[in-house]
């Protein structure tokens, strides 16, 4: 398992600054049905109903929002960074500029657990994180996941 | 979270003053440019003047980044557009709407407030929630103040202790040795003015008012231990015949057990209609603070007196003037939070908060974890949270005493399945179990904290 197979190039994107929570999950949404064709409605929904039960800002400027979807098949990641951080009410209520999103199966096994757990592994690398903050073009910011994420793996 | 709140009026006001004070950023549009200013000027509320359901003024106010809405316009169509506005041009996830027409709440169970017809998550109707509230301190006419949680199966009593109770000065951890079988817990106290949780060494005195979940079955035994014998309500006065107490005394009629209602109202169309649409109570046409037509409802064996008029201070008087005139227990209907401290000063023995009610079913929608509901005790002072337990949350898989629970909380009932349980130190919080907890406000946000689930709830 390594991120390659669950984070599309396209599914990488470098935003100016989110308003707010709902927005990103918005934009979130949108993106997930341009690149993978779900229905944005229902990502936004399932973003935002376990967003409800406990934030998923983990500190140092990073969240992992993520959902299980009736009509998924395979687990896919989104990652949005933005240019101008945002309150994400994270543990250690720093505000929040990288966001990988997982969307999973709502029958995936452990899969969606391990994912989760290597994705967290991969950002709290901080030199990762630092890398990411200085590049904003997609393709850098893909390469640099993926390339992480190999050696979590590994 | 952002939120806001269409109509400055007094509930719109209430909650946005609740709200707004825990740190919400919260935005208050009404129609009146002077109730605006004043919102803005004395509570940390952002104001906009304007239309509520008007799409341009709902941009104004910020709806595309709002996670809530609450209409409580004195319009119900207003608010039901208002919602309807909201959802399809603005996608606001939660929408609360006040409706006072019986007849719109009636429509609630016929499927109309759902997301593709009128999307409507919750209805709120204070008028009917505080019949609903006056119906519950004439039932349990000892308590100053109860309330239902874990779906009947634990009741909330709030018990003023007066020098016969039996169970004074002796600490708290002794009391649950005496009654080991007793699945009830004393959560808040209030001794001269302050509220607290008491902690086991605690004892309790002559004037405490006392707050104590009780399983159902127990409440009797419960009232008994702290010096209140069972009571029968055979004799009602209502004074002020609008909604509220229009249908208080509907309520009373239709219960089995015969009750005596009479009800005084001043406007001579109204005590009318009153007469109409109620068939054993009788309506008397006056002002309640007449001694002669108090006299007259036979308020010298009344067993308890109601005072529901629009006014406050009315309410104050009338409970005090009955009390003088013999009649044994008073309940008024106070909207004006400040004025609470005044109710023991007077003798009046219980008081209906509107905002409270209110302001509780909208809170559950803004608390984090599976919150099913909350219950705002005094000028919110403290809260009594019903959540279940869910994995992976601090809480889960736990005993109680190994819990990080602030000073200002505690265990009041555990419901594992559908048995409740009284919870102690030895007692494992479980995934699924549903927990009723009582935490002053300056620990809810802790609270929260323990209630949410981690990041790897997925």
Known sequence: MDISLILQPGAVRVLGKAGSKKRLFQELGEIAAAVHGIDAGQVIDGLQERESLGPTGVGHGIALPH??????????????????????????????????????????????????????????????????????????LHAILIEASARQAA | MKIIICGAGQVGWQIARQLAGEKNDVTVVDQNPDLVRRASEILDVQGIVGFASHPDVLEKAGARDADMLIAATHSDEVNMVTCQVAHSIFSVPRKIARLRAQSYLEAMHADLYRRDHLPIDVVISPEREVAEAALQRIAAPTTFDSEAFLGGRAQLL?????????????????????????????????????????????????????????????????????????QKQERVIVVGGGNVGLAVAQRLERRTDRVRVRLIERNRARAE???????????????????????????????????????????????????????????????????????????????????????????????????????????????????????????????????????????????????????????????????LLFALSADVPEVERLLQVSIDFF
């Not at chain 1, 997982?102 to 690398?125: C, F, I, N, Y």
Request: hydrophobic share 45%; aromatic share 4%; proline share 5%.
């Open chain 1, 67 to 140: 959902a299980r979807l009736e009509t998924l098949e395979r687990i896919v990641g989104i990652f949005v960074r933005l240019e101008k951080p945002m309150d994400f009410d994270a543990v250690d209520r720093q505000p929040v500029d990288l966001i990988f999103t997982l969307l999973a199966p709502k029958d995936s096994g452990v899969e969606h657990l391990k994912t989760l757990a290597l994705v967290s592994r991969t950002m709290r690398d901080g030199a990762v994180c630092t890398k990411l903050r200085a590049n904003t073009n997609p393709a850098t």
């Open chain 2, 158 to 230: 709030g018990i003023a202790l007066d020098a016969e109770c039996p169970v004074l000065n002796t600490p708290l951890r002794q009391l649950s040795d005496l009654f080991s079988t007793l699945r009830a817990i004393v959560v808040g106290v209030r001794r001269e003015g302050r509220l607290f949780a008491p902690e086991p060494g605690d004892q309790l005195f002559a004037e405490d008012r006392i707050y104590v979940c009780a399983h159902s079955d127990d409440v009797g035994r419960t009232l008994g231990i702290f010096g209140k014998a069972a």
């Open chain 2, 273 to 435: 209609a009153a007469a109409d649409a109620l068939e054993r109570t009788i309506v008397l046409n006056g002002d309640g603070m007449d001694s002669d037509l108090l006299a007259e409802a036979d308020v010298e064996r009344a067993d308890a007196v109601l005072a529901v008029t629009d006014d406050d201070k009315t309410n104050l008087l009338v409970s005090v003037r009955a009390k003088q005139a013999g009649c044994k227990m008073s309940i008024a209907l106070v909207n004006d939070p400040t004025l609470v401290p005044l109710m023991e000063v007077l003798d009046i023995d219980a008081y209906i908060n509107p905002r409270a009610t209110t302001v509780s079913s909208i809170l559950r929608h803004i608390r984090h974890g599976r919150v099913r509901a909350i219950y705002s005790i005094g000028d919110s002072e403290a809260e009594i949270i019903e959540a279940t337990v869910l994995s992976t949350s601090p809480i889960a898989g736990r005993l109680v005493r190994e819990i990080d629970f602030p000073g200002g909380v505690l265990v009041g009932a555990v419901m594992k399945g559908k048995e409740v349980v009284k919870p102690n130190g030895d007692l494992r919080i479980e995934e699924g179990d549903v927990v």
